[in-house]
């Protein structure tokens, strides 16, 4: 492949020759903007990868856990733990493309930013911005490489911990760039936002907080990060491209892209079936992908933890894959009680961050097991469990694993058709009035429990407190267009179905009088599954109440187990905690999604009002 064009900046590693004219063009123009010492063009080697820890050792970036195999711990600075939510954009040039609230609102479903104000930001923050500092340029496959279901992007930063990590969210190669061609990609450029000045020494974890912008444009497919290090908002393939960018493709052309986890369950008859779950960050999506059955013959495989894209197949069935290559699991309560999968997968090529080390060479986390007698924490200081009141562990502390490493990964994780999904599961952090288990009366009632689910705020993001937010679809923070607009996406997708996958709604939070949770969840959530899937099939019958179809008493039986004590209470509806909830929804939806919102979505709140006036306080 020949070309005129030459990089202003030397390539100290990789094949220009590579390089397609249009993504050659594109890198240098980001090579003169950013202005870096030299330029490594990945090829996703072993050996690569290999000497890029080394590097990172060497500048006290990595520390090597010599109890595992291939696996070091990096610690952030203390301000770039989370995702920023408050600093994440979409840009568009109308905001009602992006946002459904109006100038003036506070809105809660995003943010937005005129092209032109973004264009003046890219001006102000990226020139110059990478002066000092290698630029790695990592082509990677959102999706088996060569899938007609993937998407490949490009990432331009000047992170080495960013490039390795890459590697393992993602397929990273030069075998990606052979399959792109001449086809257009999705364009991330991302910078720690802290240009290294000759003869002055770096920082252990350069960002530049202060100045934190993520920003994505959907009709041009590009991503701008600056400032930020923390994998939330520097690896463009996860949440930015997959997610954010991914919707917005998903709507042009006929799928979705869905914050959700894809498992597949034996049952002792040996049917296998697969489900989706969507759950807000930190809310056990990782522990119900990779759960250890407490029933016997049961049998849970993960296909991906995290996001799931979903398709109709010609035949109208939809089918999800994980476009992801890893895991990018939050640590604090893994343990070999709660989810022995993930305590199998980790030891082995993973990336901790932000958890503590041992003296053993080894991790720690609160909710790991037993406390150590001493530790370095999360901060690099000494750490005492009889003399330390702050945890050792971040609460947001993070294990990057690669998917192979998995036990339980399903046999068909890389079909490139994806797996047929029957039945899908919304969730959250719901303390009080929301059932263990119910589901949706129709596809258009199980779209409205999507768009009303709520959860208490964890670390994964900015927010402080156990605060009760609006999380519709567990997506809040992702979406990357009107959520109006993604409403009626939804709706549509249902009429494309021959059999649209059933719809539930799950609470492993409930909290009895006391405080204390009603549900031992974990390995017992395989009980909630067992009906949910006898559900999908018509194979069990259901009772009817206010919120949707809930287990009759002689489907109690199922759920009932050591641990839970008051089965009746966990599947009560509360009517007077609903009527609150209407009304709470009534609000949200008029202030936050207003005129966009579809009209099947009041009509399904109207009904729920009416359902509930029939009703008394029931299970």
């Known amino acids: 492949m020949t070309t005129s064009i030459t990089l202003s900046s030397p390539v100290v590693r990789g094949d220009v020759s590579l390089l397609a004219p249009h993504i050659l063009a594109w890198v240098g123009d980001c090579v003169d903007l950013c202005t870096p010492k030299d330029v490594h063009i990945m090829d996703g080697s072993p050996q690569e990868d290999r000497e890029l820890k080394t590097m990172l050792v060497k500048k006290g970036v990595l520390t090597p856990l010599p109890k595992y195999d291939n696996c070091f711990l990096a610690r952030t600075d ?3 733990v989370a995702r920023t939510e408050g600093r994440t954009f979409l840009s568009t040039p109308k905001r009602k493309h992006s946002v459904p609230t109006p100038e003036g609102v506070q809105g809660q479903l995003g943010n937005w930013m005129d092209p032109t104000e973004l264009g003046e930001r890219i ?20 999706g088996p490489v060569g899938s007609k279901l993937s998407k490949i992007g490009i990432e331009i930063t000047d992170s080495a911990y960013v490039a390795i990590s890459m590697r393992v969210m993602t397929r990273v190669g030069t075998k990606v760039l052979t399959v792109l061609g001449e086809d257009p990609f999705v364009k991330c ?40 290090g923390y994998g939330g908002n520097s690896l463009l393939g996860k949440k930015c491209l997959a997610l ?12 979705l892209a869905e914050h959700m986890l ?11 079936k697969y489900i989706t779950a969507a759950f807000p960050s930190a809310c056990g999506k990782t522990n119900l992908a990779m759960m250890s059955p407490k029933l016997a013959g049961y049998e849970v495989t993960v296909v991906g933890d995290d996001i799931a894209w979903l398709r109709p197949d010609a035949n109208g069935q939809l089918r999800a894959i994980n476009p992801e290559n890893g895991f990018f699991g939050v640590a604090p309560g893994t343990s070999m009680a709660s989810n022995p999968i993930a305590m199998a997968t980790i030891f082995k090529d ?5 958890v503590a080390l041992t003296e053993d060479g080894g991790v720690w986390w609160e909710g790991m097991g037993e406390k150590p007698k001493s530790c370095i924490d999360w901060r690099g200081q000494p750490w005492k469990p009889n003399k330390c009141s702050t945890p050792a562990a971040h609460p947001n502390s993070r294990f990057c694993s690669p998917l192979v490493n998995c036990p339980s990964l399903d046999p068909a994780w890389e079909d490139p058709e994806g797996v047929p999904v029957t039945s899908i599961l919304f969730g959250g952090r719901r303390p009080r009035g929301v059932p263990l288990v119910y589901q949706s009366i129709s596809w258009e009632h199980g779209v409205f429990m999507g768009a009303c689910v709520k959860s208490e705020a964890t670390a994964a993001a900015e927010h402080k407190g156990k605060a009760v937010m609006h999380d519709p679809f567990s997506m809040r923070p992702f979406f990357g267009y009107n959520f109006g607009d993604y409403l009626r996406h939804w709706l549509d997708m249902g009429k494309k179905l021959k059999r649209p996958p059933s719809i539930f709604m ?32 018509g194979s069990v019958p259901a009772s009817g109440r206010p919120v949707g179809w809930v287990p009759t008493r002689e489907e109690l039986d199922l759920l009932d187990t050591e641990g839970c004590d008051d089965i009746q209470e966990l599947l009560s509806s509360p009517t007077g ?10 609000n949200y939806f008029s202030q936050q999604v207003g005129t966009s919102l579809p009209k099947e979505m009041w009509d399904q709140l109207n009904n729920l009002e009416k359902r509930i006036e029939l009703f008394d306080d029931f299970m």
């Not at 001006?123 to 959102?142: A, Q």
């Not at 894809?262 to 008859?269: A, F, V």
């Open 350 to 354: 993973t990336i901790f961050s932000n």
């Open 577 to 586: 905690f609903w009527k609150e909830e209407v009304e709470e929804m009534r």
């Open 506 to 537: 799950v609470n492993w939070f409930r909290r009895g009088e006391s405080g204390g949770l009603l549900w031992p969840g974990f390995g017992d959530n395989i009980r909630v599954l067992q009906w949910i899937l006898a559900r999908s099939d």
């Open 244 to 255: 954010r960018l991914g919707s917005a493709m998903a709507r042009k052309e006929g799928w």
């Open 189 to 228: 450029l991302h910078s720690v936002g802290v240009p290294l000045q000759e003869g002055n020494s770096d920082v252990q974890w350069p960002c530049n907080p202060e100045k934190v912008l993520v920003a994505h444009k959907p009709d041009t497919m590009e991503i701008f990060s600056f400032g930020s």
């Open 123 to 142: 001006k102000t923050l990226f020139p110059g911005c990478m002066s000092g500092r290698t630029m790695y340029i990592i082509p990677f496959s959102m």
């Open 78 to 80: 203390p301000r770039d």
């Open 262 to 272: 894809i498992s597949g369950i034996r049952t002792p008859s040996g049917i296998k």
